[in-house]
């Protein structure tokens, strides 16, 4: 690793490693034989890309494999299920036709819960026709997620992304739209609406002109009730140059300003994992830039086993965000998809973390909430373990619900050390269903959409 050697007039160039490039990556040479070949085996069922950049310059190749930026982004064993894991690595090793390894490789795919928390059954909403518009999700009424089809990949790839669904190569799995004019027709239509979040893969590996197509129709007089542009993205960390670079991040950087010019709130949603992605000068810079012209940072990541499971990082994190000017936004629950029973943490321990990250750091980096779990009903926060009633109980609430209705209501379920998500939770106090069970069984009886996006 070297985060020093960039300095502020270097700007080098973009280049992937993919599955097929394994064996051209230097630095996986001093693994042993038996680590790379489970890369192998891990990559043709899951993504896997990652930049020369982190590579060379996040990564502490010393610390491998325990260095946190190497579990983010390098394949690992425990990623598939064993029996998922003998399947493909017995037809690799037997050189199995393309057909047979494909075949094998979408069952598994599908077997992995490829669209969590009713994203496709419930999240894409229809046009007047009754149509699904693929392309936009809407679950909460004030905000609509628009996935951009040419930002529907990423500068590298996390090994837990629960959208890896979106970067497998098959468009039965994929979300996305190129058309601008599905997201303005919607919105024309829904005046609750206040804010749109560009979302992907990661909507910062498009170019300056493609986003400016989607964006700036949205700056017209007819959009005034959206009030705040939001854009998730990792390429602070993971491609800092984005926002740096003379022609690409300049063009960016007068895009975002007309945006703020025209009233509009510039929200960019940074997804941080470890406060080590925070310490290159690249990163540093790219963030005062965004800062310099008005925009507003916050920090969001998932809590992660292998990768951010310990209160020091969190809150060594949540510090430098607020001294770079980034305000802790989430901490969110390991999503049920993908290779989650590798990286998920129990529900009691994510709060435990939380707790005591929260307690070593100042007010100003207390703006985190969470651990939140972005299921089907809603963001459901854990507030904490207390006994009630001689029971032992997870205190929770909805931040975000299906049913505005249900927002920050506590609700009960019975302790659970083994839980990692709100489904495997059972109603405390004897409880036959949530407050909500009823008002979501008849949400979820509309039929889903076919699942063949147009794009
Ligand atoms: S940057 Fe975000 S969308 Fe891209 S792989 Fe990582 S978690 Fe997934």
Avoid at 277 to 296: D, N, V, Y
Avoid at 305 to 325: F, M, S, T
Avoid at 416 to 427: C, M, Q, R, S
């Amino acid at each position: 690793m070297n985060a020093t050697l960039l300095d502020s007039n270097t700007f080098p160039a973009f280049e992937v490693y993919t599955a097929r490039d394994l064996e051209r990556i230097p630095q996986l040479e001093r693994l042993p034989r038996q680590a790379r070949f489970d890369m192998q085996v891990v990559s043709t069922v899951l993504p896997f890309r990652v930049n020369r950049y982190v590579v060379e310059h996040l990564i502490d190749w010393d610390a491998v494999p325990d260095d946190p930026i190497y579990q983010l982004t390098f394949p690992q064993r425990g990623m598939l299920a064993d029996e998922h894991y003998e399947t493909i690595a017995t037809l690799l090793e037997r050189g199995a036709e393309k057909a047979q390894l494909e075949e094998a490789v979408k069952r598994i795919r599908q077997a992995l819960n490829p669209h969590p928390a009713g994203q496709i059954e419930l999240n894409i909403p229809r046009d007047d026709s009754g149509e699904p518009i693929w392309g936009l999700q809407h679950k909460y009424p004030e905000t609509v997620l628009f996935f951009p089809a040419q930002g529907q990949t990423c500068h590298s790839y996390c090994t837990f992304c629960f959208r890896w669904a979106q970067f497998v190569g098959d468009k039965t799995l994929r979300i996305a739209t190129s058309q601008a004019r599905q997201l303005t027709e919607y919105l024309r239509r829904h005046p609750e609406v206040t804010d749109v979040l560009f979302t992907g893969g990661d909507p910062m590996v498009m170019k300056t002109s493609h986003l400016a197509a989607y964006l700036e129709p949205l700056l017209e007089p007819e959009f005034a009730h959206i009030r705040s542009i939001r854009i998730g993205t990792k390429a602070l960390t993971f491609w800092p140059f984005r926002f740096l670079d003379p022609d690409e991040g300049d063009a960016l950087m007068r895009l975002f300003e007309r945006v703020l010019a025209a009233g509009k709130h510039l929200a960019i949603m940074a997804h941080l994992n470890h406060w080590r992605e925070l310490e290159p000068e690249a990163t540093q810079r790219a963030i005062a830039r965004l800062r310099g012209i008005g925009a507003t940072l916050r920090g969001q990541a998932p809590l992660i086993r292998h990768i951010n499971d310990d209160p020091d990082v969190w809150a060594k994190l949540w510090q430098k965000e607020v001294e770079l000017g980034i305000i802790p936004y989430y901490m969110f629950v390991e999503r049920d998809t993908g290779a989650k029973q590798h990286f998920a943490v129990p529900l009691v321990r994510c709060w435990t973390i939380y707790r005591d990250a929260a307690s070593r750091v100042s007010g100003l980096a207390r703006t985190v909430r969470g651990p939140s779990m972005s299921a089907s009903p809603g963001k459901a926060e854990i507030l904490g373990v207390s006994t009630v009633a001689g029971e032992r109980v997870f205190v929770l609430r909805f931040l975000q619900a299906r049913d505005p209705q249900w927002t920050y209501r506590p609700f009960f379920a019975r302790y659970d050390e083994n839980a990692t998500w709100l489904d495997e939770l059972e109603p405390a106090f004897g409880e036959r269903e949530w407050f909500w069970s009823a008002a979501y069984r008849s949400m979820t009886e509309r039929p889903a959409p076919a699942v063949e996006p147009v794009n």
